[in-house]
T-cell receptor, first 113, second 113 residues
Framework: NAGVTQTPKFRVLKTGQSMTLLCAQDMNHEYMYWYRQDPGMGLRLIHYSVGEGTTAKGEVPDGYNVSRLKKQNFLLGLESAAPSQTSVYFC????????????FGQGTRLTVV | QQQVKQSPQSLIVQKGGISIINCAYENTAFDYFPWYQQFPGKGPALLIAIRPDVSEKKEGRFTISFNKSAKQFSLHIMDSQPGDSATYFCAASVNSGNTPLVFGKGTRLSVIA
């Protein structure tokens, strides 16, 4: 069972470069999320989606864009990477919001130099 | 404004001891309180969760205690083992609506022999 798969696992970017992180889930979940994890800051929500074709801003959306063209995929884009975006990014999915389990991917470690 | 406050930031416990992590919340609409466990290099995974209609939930060595009037909940790990060494996140959400989980900042637990 693959669950939630993130690609790539590691990436180094130069300031100003762009990239897209891909998240794929095979559980037919409606809801998908992108979090970033920084030391001492916990998990902060970047963007989320409550269904195919819909997206919403989370706590720290600036500098990121997302798309959910297919139910199973949730893409996170960085148009012009900045050193402040150096972080570990986690994608998650759940069948609903509220009192249901969120399943996380293995994470993408991104370094912006 | 941090909606879920978690303490301590780090914790060192002797093998066989009790680990206690505390969380406090402000939003009285929260009605689902999960704890996630994260091992190094992995994504968080659901450990145990509670709803406010009960004051305690136990699963093996892990217990959640919930105090609705104080708006606090805590995770107790009995007979702590080195394999429990991980980062623990408390979280909260509202069952109804499309509100994603809000996470605390995490507690890094080290269980030493």
């Amino acid at each position: 069972n693959a669950g939630v798969t993130q690609t790539p696992k590691f990436r180094v970017l130069k300031t100003g470069q762009s990239m897209t992180l891909l998240c794929a889930q095979d559980m037919n979940h409606e809801y998908m999320y992108w979090y970033r994890q920084d030391p001492g800051m916990g998990l902060r929500l970047i963007h989320y989606s409550v269904g195919e074709g819909t997206t919403a801003k989370g706590e720290v959306p600036d500098g990121y864009n997302v798309s959910r063209l297919k139910k199973q995929n949730f893409l996170l884009g960085l148009e012009s990477a900045a050193p402040s975006q150096t972080s570990v990014y986690f994608c998650a999915s759940s069948s609903h919001t509220g009192n249901t389990e969120a399943f996380f991917g293995q994470g993408t470690r991104l370094t912006v130099v | 404004q941090q909606q879920v406050k978690q303490s301590p930031q780090s914790l060192i416990v002797q093998k066989g001891g009790i680990s206690i992590i505390n969380c406090a919340y402000e939003n009285t609409a929260f009605d689902y309180f999960p704890w996630y466990q994260q091992f190094p290099g992995k994504g968080p995974a659901l450990l145990i969760a509670i709803r406010p209609d009960v004051s305690e939930k136990k699963e093996g060595r892990f217990t959640i205690s919930f105090n609705k009037s104080a708006k606090q909940f805590s995770l107790h790990i009995m007979d702590s083992q080195p394999g429990d060494s991980a980062t623990y996140f408390c979280a909260a959400s509202v069952n109804s609506g499309n509100t994603p989980l809000v996470f605390g900042k995490g507690t890094r637990l080290s269980v030493i022999a």
